[in-house]
């Protein structure tokens, strides 16, 4: 299943969010970066989790 259809069935009222700022957003915002924001809107305590994906990963972090 993918990702988007996953998060629509867990958390539609999220996923409604996340498609209306992406709607208002005047530059174009990726529906992945909304979905996180409107998740931390809707749950603040969860920001950790929005912290982790939207971090850059550095070369000598890698798993060998």
């Known amino acids: 299943m993918k990702l988007i259809a996953?998060?629509?069935?867990?958390?539609?009222?999220?996923?409604?969010l996340a498609l209306r700022l992406c709607a208002q957003e005047p530059r174009r915002m990726s529906y992945d970066a909304a979905w996180r924001l409107a998740r931390v809107t809707r749950h603040p305590d969860e920001m950790v989790y929005r912290h982790h994906g939207h971090l850059a990963k550095e070369s000598g972090d890698e798993i060998q």
């Open 6 to 16: 996953l998060r629509w069935l867990l958390d539609p009222a999220t996923s409604l």
